[in-house]
């Protein structure tokens, strides 16, 4: 008979009290595989004089050591319990839910054995067990004893980042993950903020990697002068500001582990240093969780919404300024390598920067809307949590996903543009769904050259589109002509798969025949963009 309790305190130490009907010692352990070759075992007991034993081994010292990281995992869990020299071994499964893992239940493997070769144990300085308390009765011993939740994974590492004296900082770096001999699910994933950091730390993305990709060593700028930290589109996993761990549905979940899936990924961490503080360091990050227990569905993220670079631009002094990107998937087969599935969306997340009031993404389907996907007319920056759909919602090849952000900008004097600063600004929806397919992102922005010649502006290319509403002298009539004309323009889509292959497709408003304009001049300036990402758009 064995009594297992467990819990975890908000520095991340775990504190457990294993009570097991036998005297002499006791044993716990975690094992990948639910055997003890391998295992990382604490042992403790009571001599016949009262002195107390404990010690921390690692069986078979040169596998891999597993971290309390595998409790989430549902891997196998090893209890051995008894006294020498007894031969008899009892294997049970029992269903176990884990305190962090409140929506679901996993099961783990328990197995008692009474005999432990004490030649193959080695003393394991490295792990931090610490007794608390030990003692025995006439029918039971109890050992009570903590550990860090994170400890000996080889996969789950500090990332120290000296943040720069900037108001922004986009940090990239790319990270191996988890080697699995057979296809996984990562089934939740949760942010590690760094405490003093937590006003610091902008957003946090994964990005997954095609396997054919060069990819850079160390840290770097994601979008500075080395394109290569800019590298990898597909959108894994996604924190923001306000946002809480997620766990995936009973029914999909994200897949590592074979041929298709990734080996890499880039981790890109925004930084907002408003107060140019010096001296920060930051050690923030994403922990994923992950089982062998597989669910029907691969998971997978559709980034929505406008093109992130200064062709999106929202004017000063505005009460209320709406901006459109608009997702045309009739291309979705082509650039997938084979047909693509119904998307049945389970949960989204919404995007802007300080100056957004409003988020809506709608669904189109020949020419006519189908109903609203998402919506949050009172958007709080402060409050970015990834958030469940009422109902699966299902998106055919050939809809369209119109994403339309509301702005508001009275305290500004200045033209504001999209870009990656915190001051810039974004509109954006991140969509998961299932089951995956290869396309990462499907975003528009409007024909600037159009915009620019209905506000009666010179301009013959793109650049000079985006300097003459930087030049513009505007007011309340000036911001309505110019929301009516963003909204009338044609779109052209930009559409990348996870290896970062770039189409764009010119699309026709409903208010105006299609223009060639759009296609030939704003879709070689985007694509020039996406290859060299030598801008600095925070100029702007």
């Keep these: 008979m064995v009594y297992l309790r ?53 069986r078979y010292p ?26 008899n071994q009892l294997d049970m499964t029992e269903a176990i839910t884990y305190h962090e893992a409140r929506e679901g239940s996993q099961k783990y493997n328990f197995c008692f054995i009474q005999t432990i070769d004490e030649a193959t144990l080695e003393e394991d300085e490295s792990q931090d067990y610490q007794l608390l308390s030990l003692t025995e009765d006439e029918t039971f011993t109890t050992m009570l004893f903590k550990r860090h939740l994170r400890t000996c994974d080889l996969n789950d590492l500090d990332i120290t980042f000296a943040v720069p004296v900037e108001e922004t900082k986009y940090a990239c770096t790319f990270i191996p993950l988890p080697m699995v001999k057979q296809k996984h699910h990562i089934y939740k994933f949760e942010p590690v903020i760094t405490p003093h950091n937590i006003t610091l730390v902008h957003h946090i993305l994964v990005y997954a990697c095609g396997n054919a990709s060069v990819l850079p060593s160390g840290i770097d700028d994601c979008y500075g002068a080395d394109p290569d930290f800019a590298l990898c589109s597909q959108v894994l996993v996604g924190w923001a500001l306000g946002g809480e761990s997620y766990q995936f549905p009973d029914e999909a979940a994200l897949s590592i582990g074979t041929p298709l899936d990734p080996q890499y990924i880039r981790l890109e961490i925004h930084y907002s240093n408003f107060d140019l503080l010096p001296g920060l360091i930051d050690s923030s990050g994403i922990r994923i969780y992950y089982t062998p227990e597989l669910r029907k569905y691969d998971v997978a993220v559709l980034q929505t919404g406008i093109f992130t670079f200064p062709v999106h631009f929202i004017p000063p002094g505005a009460e209320s300024y709406r901006s459109y990107g608009l997702c045309n998937t009739s291309q979705f087969d082509e650039m997938n390598g084979m047909p693509v599935p119904e998307l049945h969306v389970f949960a989204y997340l919404l995007h802007t920067h300080l100056s957004g009031r409003g988020v809506k993404a709608a669904q189109y389907r020949n020419g006519e809307q189908l109903g609203i996907i998402c919506e949050d007319n009172k958007y709080d920056f402060t409050l970015q949590e990834i958030r469940e759909m009422k109902e699966i919602l299902t998106i055919k090849p050939g809809d369209e996903i119109l994403v339309e952000c509301t702005f508001q900008t009275l305290d500004r004097s200045g033209i504001t543009f999209g870009g990656p600063s915190t001051m810039n600004e974004m509109c954006l929806t991140f969509l998961f769904y299932y089951p995956r397919n290869n396309i990462s992102s499907c975003m528009g922005y409007p024909d600037i050259l159009y915009i620019a010649h209905v506000l009666k502006q010179e301009a013959s290319d793109t650049m000079e589109g985006i300097m003459a509403m930087d030049l513009l002298n505007w007011d309340n009539e000036t911001i309505k002509t110019a929301e009516k004309a963003a909204k009338e323009a044609d779109q052209v ?48």
């Design 6 to 58: 467990w819990d975890l305190d908000e520095q991340e130490m775990m504190t457990f009290e294993l009570q097991v009907h036998t005297t002499g010692w006791v044993a716990f352990g975690f094992s990948p595989h639910g055997e003890l070759p391998g295992s990382d075992i604490v042992i403790g007991g009571i001599f016949p004089n009262g002195s107390i034993y404990f010690s921390r081994y690692l």
């Design 493 to 540: 889509v930009a559409i990348k798969t996870i290896n970062v292959i770039l189409w764009c497709i010119s699309h026709s408003s409903q208010f105006r025949i299609i223009s060639k304009l759009a296609e030939e001049a704003l879709c070689p300036f985007i694509q020039a963009i996406d290859e060299e990402v030598e801008e600095d758009w925070t100029q702007y």
């Design 62 to 87: 040169k596998v891999s050591q597993m971290a309390l990281d595998v409790v989430a995992q549902a891997n196998k869990l090893s209890l051995s319990a008894g006294q020498k020299h007894i031969q």
